[in-house]
T-cell receptor, first 115, second 112 residues
Framework: NAGVTQTPKFRILKIGQSMTLQCTQD?????MYWYRQDPGMGLKLIYY???????DKGEVPNGYNVSRSTTEDFPLRLELAAPSQTSVYFC??????????????FGPGTRLTVL | QKEVEQDPGPLSVPEGAIVSLNCTYS??????FMWYRQYSRKGPELLMY??SSGNKEDGRFTAQVDKSSKYISLFIRDSQPSDSATYLC????????????WGLGTSLAVNP
């Protein structure tokens, strides 16, 4: 199993440009999450999904959008990129409820710079 | 007050030292307590988890939960340079769509 994969690894955007960060997991996990991590600020939840077709906002959703058309994929869309969106983005996935611990498994991250 | 507090450090210790990393929390509904390790420029990886109170040991690592004090610890025995990383605590209440509440992480350097 590849686990959670993310593309691209790095990206530089100009202010106002748009892009999609890709996330795929091959563990048949129902739950998926997008985080951003800034120095000294910890992990902030952007959006999450409990299954295909179901998404919800996290702590810092402004400026982002998500969709979940399949169990495997959970892309994150940035519209009109701003310097405040410069960050490292992590995708994670988790088993559904049913007696298992709510452990999340992370991808390698996408390092995004907006200039 | 944040739900989970974790001293960001940095913590610097000599090789072979015993390391103690800690988090405090305010939400008594938390039931799962996890420790993640994050190497530089990598994603967090699950190190250990504990359900409710008590201790759990895995090799050189021991996780402790004291629910009465709302305090959790991770001990690393015989620390190695390869243990140099950021350690994040995370906690979860029942339900809540399996969302985790994260500490800021403690940066650890083990010097040879």
């Amino acid at each position: 199993n590849a686990g959670v994969t993310q593309t691209p690894k790095f990206r530089i955007l100009k202010i106002g440009q748009s892009m999609t960060l890709q996330c795929t997991q091959d563990m048949n996990h129902n739950y998926m999450y997008w985080y951003r991590q800034d120095p000294g600020m910890g992990l902030k939840l952007i959006y999450y999904s409990v299954g295909a077709g179901i998404t919800d906002k996290g702590e810092v959703p402004n400026g982002y959008n998500v969709s979940r058309s399949t169990t495997e994929d959970f892309p994150l869309r940035l519209e009109l990129a701003a310097p405040s969106q410069t960050s490292v983005y992590f995708c994670a996935s988790s088993y559904p409820n049913g007696g298992t611990p709510p452990a999340q498994y992370f991808g390698p991250g996408t390092r995004l710079t907006v200039l | 007050q944040k739900e989970v507090e974790q001293d960001p450090g940095p913590l610097s210790v000599p090789e072979g030292a015993i390391v103690s990393l800690n988090c405090t929390y305010s939400n008594s509904a938390f039931q799962y307590f996890m420790w993640y390790r994050q190497y530089s420029r990598k994603g967090p990886e699950l190190l250990m988890y504990t359900y409710s109170s008590g201790n759990k040991e895995d090799g050189r690592f021991t996780a402790q939960v004291d629910k009465s004090s709302k305090y959790i610890s991770l001990f690393i025995r015989d620390s190695q340079p390869s243990d140099s990383a950021t350690y994040l605590c995370a906690m979860s209440a029942a339900g809540n769509n399996r969302k985790l509440i994260w500490g800021l992480g403690t940066s650890l350097a083990v010097n040879p």
